[in-house]
């Protein structure tokens, strides 16, 4: 008997998933309990959602904690989307990704920050292969959701080096922790609903407090973080700074070219493509005219749309509204924060609003 014939098949519908939450450095998490309608809402260090996640975390000092921010069936929670997948990948994930890799190729998160997130830049794929012998680097996107002020400050976030930032200079405000020089270094964009920006590896950035955001990226969770504790003062550990390449060999990963203000957003702010489906709006929020790594849409739906299976997996997210998925006999009960997983064998489905407010979804794609 192989290992995979003891676990159950979900390939040819598609399937809710749990929410696993992810513990991190920062602190937040409170709008995302807002997004599941939980009574208790609070800020922790549990700031983030994973979706459809085949990857585990990597923290220093939880080692001890299998599989942290794998995804489960929500029928069968102790089988993980990573062994279903591995058990017959051109069933779930296409053809064309089953022969790429058999994996994902892409891992996709909600975060609310309550504090500034620590300064970081993550490996581009050619960096990853050569520091971390992995095929994937960490190129992101974010799409801002919304957020709140923190001390009287809009949401923001920091993107970039400015023009004349050295390897030398960084790695000087690094051995003093000179923080505010840090951020000097580096370009703010207050942000609001709506928003898309593109973090290529390599790229220096931070979340701003306040924001509230969805992530799609290459699927590692390799963060080079360059201040030793956070803003609300947990000590960070060494390993959880220089991912185990040392403090001197993992400035390699940072790119020290810089930019205006105005070539950083025309460089990585994506403007939205909007295309009509019926009453159906979907945005190309990030499409592979922008990275081949990925494609988010959002949906908005006010009354019903059908949905044509393309012979390659995606995944649901739901940010507000309710209703239902209906695919042949199977139908799946939508409301927000529900997330689903789209086998490449399943067929055509119709999304059904309740008759109250529309459906918004966002629908992530692998790479291209």
């Known amino acids: 008997m192989k290992s995979s014939d003891h676990l159950p098949s979900f390939a040819k519908a598609p399937f809710a998933l749990d929410n696993p939450r992810v513990w991190r450095t920062c602190l937040g998490g409170k709008l995302l309990d807002a ?50 997948i591995g058990s017959d990948p051109a069933a779930y994930l296409g053809a064309k990704s089953a022969q790429r890799d058999g994996q994902m190729g892409v891992l996709i998160k909600l ?21 971390f012998q992995s095929e994937y680097g960490k190129t992101e996107c974010w799409h801002i959701l919304g957020g709140r002020e923190t001390d009287g400050e809009k949401p923001a976030i920091y993107l970039g080096f400015r023009p004349g930032i050295t390897r030398e200079y960084w790695s000087e405000l690094f051995e003093r922790q000179n923080i505010p020089g840090m951020l000097e270094c580096m370009h703010r964009f207050e942000v609001s609903r709506g928003n898309t920006f593109l973090i ?39 390993s959880m700074c220089h991912q185990g390449l040392g403090f001197e060999k993992m400035f390699d990963c940072f790119s020290y070219t810089g930019y205006s203000d105005e070539d950083t957003l025309k460089k990585w702010k994506i403007p939205g493509r909007v295309e009509i489906e019926d009453t159906t709006l979907r945005t190309q929020l990030i499409g592979y005219s922008n990275t081949p790594m990925f494609r988010m849409d959002s949906l908005w739906i006010p009354s019903r749309a059908h949905l044509q299976q393309i012979g390659e997996f995606s995944v649901f997210c739901v940010l507000a509204g309710s209703g239902r998925l209906v695919c042949g006999t199977s139908e799946l009960p939508l409301s927000p924060g529900r997330q689903v997983f789209f086998p490449a064998q399943s067929g055509d489905c119709d999304v059904l609003t309740d008759g109250g407010e529309p459906l918004e979804i966002l629908q992530c794609f692998g790479p291209l």
């Open 200 to 238: 290529e590896g390599g790229t220096p950035h931070a979340i701003g407090a306040g924001c509230f955001l969805a992530e799609i990226q290459e699927p590692t969770d390799y963060t080079i973080r360059v201040e030793r504790s956070t803003p609300s003062g947990l000590h960070i550990a060494d």
């Open 35 to 84: 997004l599941h309608g939980r009574t208790v809402q609070e800020d922790s260090h549990f700031p983030e959602e994973w979706i459809a996640s085949t990857v585990t975390a990597r923290n220093a000092g939880r080692e001890q904690i299998a599989d942290e921010g794998l995804s489960h069936p929500e029928a069968a929670p102790q089988v993980s989307l990573r062994e279903l």
């Open 111 to 131: 975060i609310d920050s309550s504090e500034r997130l620590s300064i970081q830049v993550h490996p581009s794929r050619q960096q990853a292969k050569a520091l």
